[in-house]
């Protein structure tokens, strides 16, 4: 990336970044919506690591702690991309794209303010969840192999939703960047392991990236034998994906003059 690019992607990021922790009615739903699914999650289902068969060696704090994680950072990623849409729909977009010589910069300036938003509500979940007994089995190798899972997994989301919005550019098509999202990570082991699921969950659950996503990351905070190369190579491949994508939808609204 050239010096020029550089520093348009670095403005992006610094106007994206100022307008998110400026404005309390979307830093408050970043935090307060997974720290409600936490403490619904783990406090209201702590009984469910009982069931026969529920072979997880940590508490279940630390169990949901991991899906919180991961579903925080791909809302991040769809949040962002709601951004992209209402820079578009008020004329901001269309300026920064004739401004942009490069304009796959602006792109990297907006995965710059996910990967931001991200890592103020991984800080602010880790030691939340410390404080209420999550445990740790993992060495910082492990945390790392987890934590680097939610980055990729941000930027994927990111990538989805930018997308769509560089397609409608419009915050009307918001369901569409947010929905299939929901339902791709609640498609997977959210409350029990894998080996729990029955019936056509499991069958759906055998079948969805997420899910090794998912038990690689419980299996890095908790110290086990994670299967990475399924993990990363699972998330990799859907951000290739998203990024051809976005990159489409980028080449879409240069078209239309934003």
């Known amino acids: 990336m050239s010096a020029r690019s550089r520093s348009i992607a670095l403005g992006v990021a610094w106007r994206g970044l100022h307008n998110f922790f400026r404005n309390p009615t979307l830093v408050l739903p970043a935090l307060m919506f997974p720290l409600f699914f936490f403490t619904a999650f783990a406090g209201g ?24 994680l991961l579903q925080a950072s791909a809302f991040g990623g769809v ?7 209402r820079d578009f729909e008020s004329g901001v977009g269309r300026r920064m794209l004739l401004a942009a010589p490069n304009r796959r ?40 192999g987890l934590y680097g899972l939610a980055l990729l997994l941000n930027l994927t ?15 009307q098509a918001g369901p569409l960047m947010q929905t299939p999202v929901f339902l ?18 499991k069958a759906v659950a055998g079948v969805n990236p997420i899910t090794a996503i998912i038990e690689a990351g419980r299996d890095f905070i908790s110290g086990g034998s994670a299967d990475a190369l399924l993990a990363y190579g699972a998330v990799a491949a859907l951000l290739v994906v998203m990024l051809t994508w976005a990159l489409r939808g980028l080449a ?6 934003g």
């Open 45 to 68: 289902l702590s009984n469910v690591s009982n069931v026969p068969g529920f072979d997880f060696p940590e508490n279940y704090t630390t169990f949901q702690f991991v899906f919180v």
């Open 157 to 171: 989301a990111l990538m989805w939703a930018a997308g769509i919005a560089l397609r409608f550019r419009s915050l």
């Open 79 to 85: 949040f962002t991309g709601f951004a992209i849409a």
């Open 105 to 144: 910069a602006l792109l990297a300036g907006y995965a710059l303010v996910a990967v931001g938003r991200a890592i103020v509500v991984w800080a602010i979940l880790t030691v939340v969840g410390l404080l209420v007994g999550m445990e740790i089995g993992g060495s910082v190798l492990d945390m790392a």
């Open 184 to 201: 791709i990570i609640f498609l997977a082991p959210v409350y029990v392991p894998y080996g729990l699921l029955t019936g056509w969950v």
């Open 252 to 257: 879409r609204a240069e078209a239309a003059g």
